[in-house]
């Protein structure tokens, strides 16, 4: 459970403020329809987050050790140093193409999403947690939390909390993952 704990925890504060979650909000001020707009995101996450955890789990199987561990718990501090730079809208997701709300939303999200940092620590975790199921559950939950509420309250939400200080606590929890990973790669215990 550890795993997707984690995992619903990273994803969830790493995504707060980020261009996926901006995404949400542009969405749903369009469209204002938020159960299709919800359920895209949900089938757009799953599909891709089972995508980079399943290359995070077969990367792990084929790399493994000291090196590798060392190599996944930099990513993880690395991602701390990006999780301070703040995301810009999407402009092409301000512009949906025709179809419906649902459709648009799936494609957008799951475009916008490749390459994101929270799909990227998808891969980091499932590569961390050797489990496919438990990372992709968790980071699927973790983005539900942030992109939920986004899509019912708008731009509101992004106000209630300063995103400096969401980006710095998402910093703080990568880096800390990192760091654990490192450590327990150079003690050798099970990280």
């Known amino acids: ?14 995504e707060i403020g980020d261009k996926t979650q901006l995404l949400a909000i542009v969405l749903a001020a369009r469209f204002r329809a938020p159960v299709p707009i919800i359920l895209g995101i949900l089938c757009a996450t ?14 792990a199987q ?14 993880f501090v690395m991602m701390a140093a990006w999780a301070l730079i703040p995301d810009k809208e999407d402009e092409r997701a301000g512009q949906p193409s025709a179809g419906s709300v ?21 891969s980091l975790l499932a590569a961390r947690f050797h489990d496919i199921a438990l990372v992709t559950t968790g980071t ?13 309250l708008g731009e509101t939400v992004t106000r209630m909390v300063p ?25 050798g215990s099970a990280a």
């Not at 799953?46 to 990367?59: D, Q, R, S, Y």
């Not at 995103?163 to 150079?186: D, E």
């Open 46 to 59: 799953l599909l891709n987050h089972a995508g980079a955890a399943t290359l995070g789990f077969l990367i």
């Open 62 to 75: 084929w790399l493994s050790g000291q090196i590798f561990q060392l190599i996944v718990g930099g990513a």
């Open 102 to 122: 649902f459709l648009t939303t799936l494609v957008a999200f799951f475009l916008v999403e490749i390459g994101d940092k929270t799909q990227i620590a998808t």
């Open 140 to 152: 699927t939950l973790g983005m539900m939390l942030a992109n939920v509420p986004a899509v019912f």
């Open 163 to 187: 995103l400096s200080y969401v980006r710095a606590t998402a910093a703080v929890l990568l880096a800390a993952t990192g760091v654990w990973v490192i450590v327990a790669a150079l003690t």
């Open 1 to 14: 459970m550890e795993a997707l704990w984690t995992s619903a925890g990273l994803v969830a504060i790493a």
